[in-house]
């Protein structure tokens, strides 16, 4: 069974939009808002060498696709398989790439053998993993800004779930990485 981790840049109320840019009044807002720290981001890295694939929505799909493959940063993210929950996309160009119709799909590419899935962004394939149970695992690097409105990991719906504090570690910048395996 392949662990699923979901991995967010959070605000302190809770906000995921927009973190790099995008829509959000406040785009950016991870860079522009927050001194940057290197260890800060480590997680980040670890992230890319222990994950055996990657899985996104249609949004984040159509924003990581076109700059992503371009990043020498990324070099192990464009190998990687990468699989995309939705039901419009038919024919992803981002190489290595599945269309899944469906969250049975997703069990079901859990379920094999290989490393971990990891859940970049797609806050809205977060939530329908969430509430299907198959999110094991939160890698959030909470920012020290109140954001307000904007898309959110978390609400709505019976969003009870015990977690599990397995790592955590606050930076001079004011980030903390919080890591929580779900408990089952």
Request: overall charge negative.
């Amino acid at each position: 069974m392949r662990t699923l981790i979901v991995t967010e840049f959070i605000s302190l109320d809770g906000v995921i939009d927009s973190p790099g840019g995008g829509p959000h009044p406040r785009a950016g807002w991870t860079f522009k808002d927050v001194p940057f720290v290197e260890e800060a981001y480590e997680i980040k890295g670890r992230e890319q060498d222990e994950a055996g694939a990657l899985l996104l929505g249609r949004v984040s799909y159509d924003e990581f696709a076109p700059v992503w493959p371009t990043m020498d940063e990324f070099a192990e993210y464009n190998a990687m398989p990468k699989y995309v929950v939705s039901s419009t996309l038919s024919d992803p160009e981002w190489n290595n790439t599945q269309v899944l119709r469906s969250l049975d799909e997703v069990a079901k590419l859990k379920e094999g053998e290989g490393g971990n899935i990891l859940v970049h962004g797609s806050g809205t394939l977060a939530k329908g993993l969430a509430d299907a149970g198959l999110v094991d695992r939160y890698h959030l690097l909470v920012f020290p800004i109140l954001l307000g409105d904007g898309k959110r990991l978390f609400g709505g719906g019976d969003p009870y779930t015990r977690l599990d504090l397995v790592e955590h570690e606050a930076y001079s910048n004011g980030v903390v990485k919080a890591v929580f395996d779900v408990k089952r």
